[in-house]
């Protein structure tokens, strides 16, 4: 009994990685498997409901081959093995464009749920629709139900849009407080040599007046 155990926890773990051999190529197919998967459940997507089945089959068979490779199993094709991973990943990339095909028609026929199973399924690049993701989740916050990562991305990049609007009111607000500040001080200046100037015309107006005294004060003598 405890040997069947062990021997379980050891699948699990070997499961819970990928084959270390062809890794570059494989790493993409298996990683890419369960959301591939899930696109069985999506009724748009119906049609190839059956190749998508017979694909995780043909790639869960390939995986266990890699870890037998990898573990010294002369018995399994290393040759073959990549062949095999060669013919998935073409297949995995025309999933991928199928899915990439039928996410821009949702956003374009306003299709909620298929936005959502398409996002939820993982199988959309987040990064690669950014602008059209956040928009449309914007539009349809209310009808969309997003798993948590999905949802974390979108309110991020919310956030920081938030935070850039904020930052560029405030420094809209700086400008235009600096504005009028200098506008103040322009003023000021204009008030204070209009000032200066009433000042310099009194006082000479008062050296004149002293020296038209002076001059009658000399005459009268």
């Given at each position: 009994m ?115 199973q ?27 139900s ?21 930052a560029?009111?405030?420094?809209t ?22 000032k ?26």
């Open positions: 405890k040997k069947i155990v062990i021997l379980s926890l050891l699948s699990l773990t070997l499961f819970a990685k990928n084959p270390s051999v062809y890794s570059q190529l494989g790493d993409t197919i298996y990683n890419n498997s369960a959301a591939i998967e899930k696109l069985a459940e999506i009724e748009e997507l119906s049609l190839y409901k059956k190749e998508i089945q017979e694909y995780i089959e043909d790639v869960n068979a390939t995986k266990k081959d890699g870890f037998a490779i990898e573990s010294g199993d002369k018995s399994v094709d290393e040759a073959l093995y990549l062949k095999k991973l060669r013919e998935l990943y073409k297949k995995d990339r025309n999933f991928i464009r199928v899915s990439k095909i039928s996410f821009e028609e949702s956003m374009q026929n306003d299709n909620v749920m298929l936005f959502e398409l996002i939820n399924s993982g199988i959309i690049e987040l990064d690669e629709y950014r602008e059209s993701i956040v928009e449309f989740y914007t539009l349809h916050r209310d009808e969309i997003l798993s948590q990562e999905p949802k974390l991305y979108i309110e991020e990049e919310l956030q920081q849009r938030k935070s850039a609007v904020e560029r009111e405030a420094a607000k700086r400008g235009s407080e600096a504005q009028r500040i200098k506008w103040l001080r322009e003023k000021d200046k204009e008030r204070q040599e209009r200066n100037k009433l000042l310099e015309e009194e006082l000479h107006q008062q050296k004149r007046e002293i020296r038209e005294y002076q001059k009658g004060e000399l005459l009268g003598s």
